[in-house]
Structures are given as structure tokens and as C-alpha cells.
């Protein structure tokens, strides 16, 4: 499946040149203002934006700041394109939140090598921290909109780890969120599915717990919300790649060595 990029552009022959250079390895949007994007943004999910920062009406920079100062949409990366070639606009850019900066005019091989890197790179940070036990959920976070969504939602799951049946509809009423917009955020932002994400962190929670020593594994099963420590186990060991004893020994190990 082709990635969605959302690509904002009001010059209409350039907004068609540059579509179709990207449609043969994405899934395109076109968009002829800032407002028309925002629109396209309602109702698609869309893992990239390019845009065109001289509009009329709304320029790119504006576009810019409302996608990374929104819940909904911060974790998008947005890439500038702009012949506005000075180094106060550039800041600009950058300050408002923008991934990346390209000069018009520009190389359609470049834009396609800062798409890939962005969509790369983003998902590499995601697949270190489900396979990683101690990585912080704030690793994923490329806006402060999110690092404080991450924390918030982190937190709300911890309070309620020895809930076995907290859920997504449960989670968006401690978040005052509705059920389909905290589902598509963490989606979005994680890959993850809302009760993967709540598995991860008890699982992540566990982890901490067993490097620190102070609890036998069927107890950190149940601090965590296992009913089920044969579960807590076969969980573990598909998330992390070893066993909670295993795991717990190796930090033990660790501790050892540092002292």
C-alpha cells in the first residue's frame, strides 16, 4: 500500500508536474490552496505533506503552523517548497515546525530522497520503541503537541494498569476524547492499534519493574494487569524477543558488572 502524501500547491500546472512525478510511488492529494488541504486533511489520513509556502489567501507557513500546532495532524511531517530563498524564510520554515526546506527551483530527485528519508526515518523510530523494553513512549514525538499527547495518554495508562479490561473507550473518556479521534492519533503517531499500545506499555511497565529486581515475575504480571501470567509471558517474549526471566536475569547481570 503507497503511502498518502498531501501535496498543497495553487500554481495548477505545478501542482500537476509535481503530482505526477510522486504518483508512481505514492498515493497522491492535490490540493490547490492552504484551505483546500486543510479540507483534504478532515477526511484522509495522510502520512506527508508538501506544500508551496507563496499562496494567496493562506500561505504555506500558515498551513504549517496549524498542522503542527494541531492534536489531530502534528505528527505529520510537512516538507516547504518555496523561491523564497533567504535564510530569514528558511528559519521561518523551520521555527513553524517544517521537516524540511526546498528551494524552487528544485530537484524532483531531492524531494523524492527528503519523502523517503522523512517516511523512513519516522518509521525506524517507531519500530525501536515497540521493540525496545525501556525506550519512552516520547521517542516517537517530533512536535511538542505530541510529546505532551504521549505523556498524557502514558500517564493516563499508567493510572489505570490493573484495569484487564482497560480499552480505547475507556481510555477517550479519561482523555475527554472521542473514541475515533484518540484511535486514529494513536495510530497514526505509533503504528499501533489503541489496546496494542495499551498492551506495549504494561508490557514496557513490566519491563522497568523486572530491571529494577524488587518483584517476582508472577507479581509484576499482576501490578501490570495480567490475570494470566502464562500470558504476561507469551506476551513478553512476541514483544521483546525474550522472556521475562530471561530478560529480568540479564539486567540483574548488568547491575552486577556495574558495580
Avoid at 21 to 38: F, I, N, P, R, T
Avoid at 73 to 86: D, F, G, R
Avoid at 242 to 247: G, I, R
Wanted: net charge negative.
Amino acid at each position: 500500500m503507497k503511502p498518502t502524501i498531501l501535496l498543497v500547491e495553487d500554481n495548477e500546472e505545478m501542482l500537476e508536474f509535481i503530482a505526477d512525478d510522486l504518483s508512481e510511488k505514492y498515493d497522491v492529494k492535490k490540493a490547490g490552496s492552504a484551505q483546500e488541504g486543510l479540507n483534504i486533511l478532515k477526511e484522509q489520513a495522510i502520512h506527508l505533506i508538501v506544500s508551496d509556502v507563496m499562496m494567496d489567501v493562506m500561505d504555506g507557513f500558515a498551513l504549517c503552523k496549524i498542522v503542527k500546532t494541531s492534536l489531530d495532524y502534528s505528527h505529520i511531517p510537512v516538507i516547504l517548497l518555496t523561491a523564497k530563498n533567504s535564510l530569514q524564510s528558511k528559519i521561518e520554515g523551520l521555527e513553524l515546525g517544517a521537516d524540511a526546506y526546498i528551494e524552487k527551483p528544485y530537484s524532483p530527485e531531492y524531494l523524492h530522497a527528503q519523502i523517503a528519508n522523512l517516511l523512513a526515518n519516522r518509521t525506524k523510530l517507531k519500530e525501536y520503541f515497540a521493540k525496545s523494553p525501556l525506550v519512552h513512549i516520547k521517542s516517537i514525538a517530533h512536535q511538542k503537541t505530541d510529546e505532551v499527547f504521549l505523556e498524557t495518554l502514558n500517564n493516563a495508562i499508567f493510572s489505570n494498569l490493573e484495569d484487564e479490561n482497560l480499552d480505547v473507550e475507556k481510555l477517550a473518556k479519561i482523555l475527554n476524547m472521542s473514541k475515533a479521534s484518540l484511535y486514529r492519533k494513536i495510530k497514526a503517531i505509533s503504528d499501533l492499534s489503541a489496546n496494542e499500545l495499551i498492551n506495549l506499555t504494561r508490557l514496557k511497565k513490566a519491563a522497568e519493574l523486572l530491571a529494577e529486581g524488587q518483584y517476582k515475575i508472577y507479581e509484576v504480571s499482576t501490578i501490570v494487569g495480567y490475570s494470566s501470567q502464562t500470558n504476561f509471558g507469551r506476551n513478553f517474549l512476541k514483544q521483546f524477543g525474550m522472556t521475562p526471566t530471561s530478560y529480568q536475569n540479564s539486567k540483574m547481570a548488568e547491575s552486577k558488572i556495574k558495580e
